[in-house]
């Protein structure tokens, strides 16, 4: 029956991810309505990319940088329930914008929404799970984030034409549905049993939290946990996630967030249907083959999930790297000399396989796991603040090379790729060379390991 519990909670905190997935790809579908509506503006690259296609970006940057604070000051499920609010308010506000800056300002909330998300979603469920599964059920965060992109791609195949040439209003309102479950939802969950020790030292309520979710000795657990405090020195009450002896881990969040958006899979997620435009696909067909893109997503995270906590993080993340590599190149080779979009679309799908057993399923597990239990809410947004920083820049630069007419490169993006499949040759020979293996060991066992 606890086991129940935890997975149902579990499942209630990671359907934040899947109002994440939705809200930052339903902008996909948008996109070229949104600039057909307002051309009359004479809307640039440069203002396209920073207020329609990255602002909310920009906002999940700052909810990022922020979303340690609230997490750590009003507990992981208070935050939890205010990213809900958050991403209705968006969806609501969107829909109804009569004006592109109206229109970005609702989608920096949503991003809010999003950056916050990327903090406390991860910690909460890496602090009620057992080492045994905290990589699947940390995971069930990437697995809705991925379940929300197919159901965004799939929205907006269906929608498009419903409201004629404001049809993008439905493709982003229907978000207000998932957002308002969700809060409901929320308020059924319990608070995280590591949080109440280390930070709030509510012991009787935390050994409550322990035996709901199946512990089997909450008391010797609530031990363990406030040694692992003592050992690292975490009792100090200006202990900051910047002090030397966190510099490690630190590192190590910084490069796999760096190495997740320099792989480039934000700029084809986000520009699916513009990519696929180019090869001669037609809007119709681009969008459904978007869905296919989602639908690859969605399977292999589900591998990355059977495998995370049997093969580990740094496996997948090796077996990840390999297949970007070829996927990239292919698809630089397939821009660069027309090999046709059959070709293209072939290694498009390599490349989002590659990503969702690899990057995609062990990102927010391994930046969750690595930082000690008072600072873990800090870790996480200084990792999650990177992560979308490097989102944000490269969505807001992509329209400057993609744009047909306007563009560096045009109909002929393949630099682009080249580029990235070369750092992703550089993901590889870090993962081999610093990244440490995380499964099966507890949260106050990699404190000793990492820090200690």
């Not at 490690?248 to 249907?273: C, D, E, R, T």
Request: proline letters at 4%.
């Amino acid at each position: 029956m606890n086991k129940n519990k935890l997975l149902r909670y579990s499942i209630v905190a990671a359907l934040a991810g899947f109002i994440f997935g939705f809200d930052t790809v339903v902008i996909s579908g948008a996109n070229q309505p949104i600039k057909d509506l307002w051309h009359t503006m004479d809307i640039s690259p440069w203002f396209h990319g920073i207020f329609i296609m990255s602002m909310a970006l920009w906002g999940t940057v700052v909810g990022a940088l922020i979303g340690g604070f609230p997490s750590e000051r009003l507990g992981r499920k208070k935050t939890l329930l205010w990213v809900g609010i958050l991403f209705a308010i968006s969806a609501f506000g969107t829909a109804l914008a009569p004006t592109p800056y109206i229109f970005s300002f609702f989608r920096f909330i949503g991003g809010l929404g999003i950056g916050v998300s990327s903090v406390v979603a991860p910690t909460y469920l890496s602090e009620i799970s057992t080492p045994a599964t905290r990589g699947r059920l940390t995971a069930l965060y990437q697995f809705n984030i991925v379940f929300g992109i197919l159901i965004a791609y799939i929205s907006n195949y269906f929608l498009q034409g419903v409201g004629g040439a404001e049809d993008w209003r439905w493709m982003l309102g229907v978000l207000a549905i998932p957002s308002l479950v969700y809060t409901i939802m929320v308020i059924s969950v319990p608070e995280s049993p590591r949080w109440l020790i280390s930070v709030k030292k509510d012991f009787a309520k935390a050994t409550e939290v322990l035996a709901q979710i199946g512990t089997q000795s909450p008391e010797s657990e609530m031990k363990n946990i406030i040694d692992a405090d003592k050992a690292i020195g975490n009792g100090q009450s200006k202990d900051s996630i910047f002090s030397r002896k966190y510099r490690k881990v630190l590192w190590l969040a910084f490069f796999v967030a760096f190495f997740n958006q320099l792989s480039g899979i934000n700029f084809i997620i986000y520009y699916a249907p513009e990519i696929l435009s180019q090869v001669g696909l037609g809007a119709k067909e681009s969008l459904g083959n978007s869905i296919l893109l989602g639908g690859t997503n969605l399977v292999f995270t589900l591998v990355g999930i059977y495998l995370i906590d049997r093969v580990g993080r740094k496996t997948l993340l090796i077996i990840g790297s390999f297949g970007y590599i070829i996927s990239l190149a292919l698809v630089a080779y397939a821009f660069r000399f027309q090999a046709g979009s059959t070709f293209l679309m072939s290694f498009l799908l390599m490349f989002i396989a590659s990503h969702a057993m690899g990057q995609g399923a062990v990102i927010w597990v391994f930046i969750a796991e690595i930082f000690p239990n008072k600072v873990r809410a800090m870790g996480q947004s200084f990792g999650a603040s990177i992560h979308w920083i490097f989102a944000a820049i490269i969505t807001l630069i992509t329209p400057v090379f993609l744009d047909e007419k306007k563009g560096i490169y045009g109909k002929h993006p393949w630099p682009i790729f080249a580029f990235f499949a070369a750092m992703m040759v550089l993901q590889l020979i870090w993962v081999l060379t610093k990244v440490p293996e995380t499964k099966t060991v507890s949260l106050e066992e990699l404190e000793k390991k990492l820090i200690g």
